[in-house]
């Protein structure tokens, strides 16, 4: 086995993983705060892929730079995809909402090949890949993750420096609570979704800098993200993104001894371990 190799397979993988962990982020923010699981989520990866396609190829801008529009707009779309679906439901069983925003999930897909059909794209856009003698790293894929961690700090600054990440955290609580201490919950909640989108379309963003896409590539990301919330634990933005490094060593380690058709194999019956082994994840609290 070469030394090399196997190193330079982690290091992409990892890579990778501060992407995937964003992803996941999204979903998990999302469910920690309102118990609600998003099935539209990989549509709106998918949204945020195009977005950076679309503005960097016939607006000409900076893909890193687009990723800003494509986060402002998610933010919107989040707002605007909580008060049509999932206002309304919060406080029902948990099937109203899994059907709600699965009935965004199919809107978008339909609409989304019936515009773009389901070819794939590419962002031609390329960086100087970073030479450490025998490791060779490709610049967008370590710009990707560079930019996956500033923006999970970034995350954490806000749910623990500001006004606004206060109240979320006040309502993932206990709501009511938060409610008989004056806090706005109907908008804290928009606001956690809008937060919750724009993670999933900036990580769908950071995708399409570094691997071809089509519409229909989100639900794959998709289930990758219930696989990093499930092993980091629900409701924990930092376990997603230890998961996301996890899932994303296993997919780069895996091609080195086996075929690469066994890596969601791997992924899948590792998050069947999780669930019988340790449900609550790596960080998630367990049930007293």
Same mark, same amino acid.
């Given at each position: 086995? $070469? *030394?090399?190799?196997?190193?330079?397979?982690?290091?992409?993988?990892?890579?990778?993983?501060?992407?995937?962990?964003?992803?996941?982020?999204?979903?998990?923010?999302?469910?920690?705060?309102?118990?609600?699981? $998003?099935?539209?989520?990989?549509?709106?990866?998918?949204?945020?892929?195009?977005?950076?396609?679309?503005?960097?190829?016939?607006?000409?801008?900076?893909?890193?730079?687009?990723?800003?529009?494509?986060?402002?707009?998610?933010?919107?779309?989040?707002?605007?995809?909580?008060?049509?679906?999932?206002?309304?439901?919060?406080?029902?069983?948990?099937?109203?909402?899994?059907?709600?925003?699965?009935?965004?999930?199919?809107?978008?897909?339909?609409?989304?090949?019936?515009?773009?059909?389901?070819?794939?794209? $590419?962002?031609?856009?390329?960086?100087?890949?970073?030479?450490?003698?025998?490791?060779?790293?490709?610049?967008?894929?370590?710009?990707?993750?560079?930019?996956?961690?500033?923006?999970?700090?970034?995350?954490?600054?806000?749910?623990?420096?500001?006004?606004?990440?206060?109240?979320?955290?006040?309502?993932?609580?206990?709501?009511?609570?938060?409610?008989?201490?004056?806090?706005?919950?109907?908008?804290?909640?928009?606001?956690?979704?809008?937060?919750?989108?724009?993670?999933?379309?900036?990580?769908?963003?950071?995708?399409?800098?570094?691997?071809?896409? $089509?519409?229909?590539?989100?639900?794959?990301?998709?289930?990758?993200?219930?696989?990093?919330?499930?092993?980091?634990?629900?409701?924990?933005?930092?376990?997603?993104?230890?998961?996301?490094?996890?899932?994303? /060593?296993?997919?780069?380690?895996?091609?080195?001894?086996?075929?690469?058709?066994?890596?969601?194999?791997?992924?899948?019956? /590792?998050?069947? /371990?999780?669930?019988?082994?340790?449900?609550?994840? *790596?960080?998630?609290?367990?049930?007293?």
């Amino acid at each position: 086995m $070469n *030394l090399d190799v196997l190193i330079a397979s982690a290091v992409d993988g990892l890579l990778i993983g501060f992407v995937y962990g964003v992803a996941a982020m999204g979903l998990t923010l999302i469910f920690g705060v309102m118990d609600v699981i $998003n099935l539209a989520h990989g549509p709106l990866i998918a949204i945020g892929m195009f977005g950076v396609y679309e503005i960097f190829t016939y607006v000409g801008m900076n893909p890193y730079l687009a990723l800003i529009i494509v986060a402002v707009v998610g933010l919107a779309v989040g707002v605007l995809v909580y008060f049509v679906a999932v206002h309304r439901v919060i406080d029902a069983p948990p099937l109203s909402s899994l059907l709600s925003t699965f009935s965004v999930n199919m809107m978008i897909i339909g609409v989304g090949t019936a515009i773009l059909t389901t070819s794939a794209y $590419n962002v031609d856009f390329s960086l100087p890949s970073l030479d450490t003698g025998p490791i060779t790293v490709t610049g967008t894929r370590l710009a990707a993750a560079l930019i996956a961690v500033g923006v999970t700090a970034l995350l954490y600054a806000f749910l623990y420096r500001t006004r606004s990440g206060k109240y979320i955290r006040a309502v993932a609580n206990n709501r009511q609570a938060a409610e008989l201490m004056g806090i706005p919950s109907t908008r804290i909640l928009a606001l956690a979704f809008g937060i919750g989108t724009m993670l999933a379309m900036t990580a769908g963003g950071l995708i399409a800098t570094i691997l071809p896409i $089509n519409i229909l590539a989100g639900g794959t990301y998709e289930l990758k993200s219930f696989v990093i919330v499930v092993l980091g634990g629900l409701g924990n933005p930092l376990g997603a993104l230890v998961g996301g490094l996890i899932l994303g /060593l296993i997919e780069g380690l895996v091609p080195v001894f086996m075929k690469t058709t066994w890596v969601p194999v791997l992924e899948f019956g /590792l998050f069947i /371990l999780i669930l019988l082994v340790m449900p609550q994840g *790596l960080f998630g609290r367990k049930e007293s």
